[in-house]
């Protein structure tokens, strides 16, 4: 929106000539780095302005977590702190993407839509836990039918919109980015072993994100640390995101050049601040909870982004943290079921080293500095071609 009016009528009207220092200033508009940083900037303070209010208003609906009562005895106090802040989330995100970035962009609206809907898919199943007094909320064949449809709409997306006309630059390649290999020289598509065809990347984007959006959920246990890594995480997409839109930095690293993608630098950047917003009232003692709505649309986004910038590969590399929190719950339950033994003292993996004797606030700051150490992982690999 402000893209518009500052850039396209402001500045092209009375700065493009020179005739006022004041209005040609305003020509750093258009570089999607000036707009990133300030989208980051904005969402920050709408979560910081807006956070305590969302949390008034969460707590005269009665909007209270129920606490597992198998999990830490620590946790027991928690009982009734707000949840479904992930609203404040979704809010600060959207408004800060819409003010920012140039709203022309199929992809954008793709990362926002999908985002949207698994925030969704989350709150209905808050809302019917908290309001319907049903403990395990939606079931988790519902849970699932949901996600199975919005990734099947961001691949109808792909596949009906953004490859229509066929000859378009905007055609999504419908092959797969792996990490470590170099591209091939030819440019037909068809050709590459990378290449998977549309009907085979429909069950890997749906693979994907019901992947990212329940692994965020999962890890989401501990005051500050979903969101915490959701930070760290969302840091090193913007960079990859921006890198994978420009050009130059797209052909020197030998990425899949998606020049469309560039707004989605900004639309992750207003993730990068709206989680530092929320951290302020997340962080220990938690005054607020995420809740489904929050850890479902996070990862939906994480997923959306890496499948829309060819990055879907070096997905478990940024949210490094979230795959070990998912897979610790699986390995648990498969343990169980074979041999009617659990692996850990309690799953996901975060409760395991609280039972073990960790402090709640010490286990979020390890897990913090491996996700900043998977982050660093995934910006190296850049050059691991």
């Not at 000036?34 to 969302?54: D, E, N």
Request: glycine fraction near 10%.
């Amino acid at each position: 929106m402000l893209y518009y009016f500052l850039y396209e009528i402001v500045f092209k009207q009375y700065g493009a000539g020179g005739e006022s220092y004041i209005f040609k200033g305003l020509n750093v508009i258009q570089y999607v780095t000036f707009r990133t940083a300030w989208a980051v900037i904005t969402a920050l303070l709408i979560s910081l302005l807006l956070g305590s209010k969302v949390i008034k208003k969460l707590e005269a609906l009665k909007f209270g977590q129920e606490i597992r009562e198998e999990g830490p005895e620590s946790h027991k106090a928690k009982k009734g702190t707000p949840t479904m802040g992930g609203v404040l989330i979704l809010g600060s995100v959207f408004v800060s993407t819409v003010l920012w970035a140039r709203m022309d962009s199929l992809y954008l609206w793709l990362a926002l839509g999908a985002t949207t809907l698994f925030g969704l898919i989350g709150f209905a199943d808050d809302y019917i836990k908290i309001v319907k007094k049903r403990n395990l909320g939606l079931t988790g064949k519902q849970k699932l039918l949901g996600q199975v449809i919005v990734a099947v709409g961001v691949w109808g997306a792909l596949y009906f919109v953004a490859n229509y006309p066929l000859n378009s630059v905007a055609n999504y390649p419908w092959n797969i980015s792996i990490p470590f290999i170099k591209a091939t020289a030819d440019p037909n598509p068809f050709t590459s072993i990378s290449w998977v065809g549309p009907w085979v990347y429909l069950g890997f984007i749906i693979f994907i994100l019901l992947g990212s959006s329940n692994a965020v959920n999962l890890t989401d246990g501990l005051d500050g640390l979903a969101i915490s890594v959701t930070f760290i995480a969302m840091s090193a997409l913007t960079g990859l995101t921006y890198i994978t839109s420009d050009g130059r930095w797209a052909e020197y690293l030998d990425l899949t050049h998606k020049p469309e993608a560039a707004e989605l630098t900004i639309f992750c950047g207003a993730m990068v601040g709206a989680s530092l917003g929320f951290l302020w009232f997340n962080a220990p003692k938690a005054e607020v909870f995420m809740g489904d709505v929050g850890s479902l649309a996070i990862g939906g986004a994480l997923g959306t982004v890496a499948i829309l910038t060819k990055q879907e590969f070096m997905l478990p590399f940024v949210g490094g943290v979230f795959i070990i929190e998912a897979l610790s719950v699986m390995i648990q339950v498969t343990s169980f079921k074979l041999t009617g033994k659990r692996v850990f003292k309690m799953s996901p993996i975060h409760h395991h080293f609280e039972l073990s004797g960790w402090k709640e606030s010490k286990v979020v700051f390890r897990f913090v500095i491996i996700a900043i150490l998977f982050a660093l992982l995934s910006l190296s690999t850049l050059k691991l071609r």
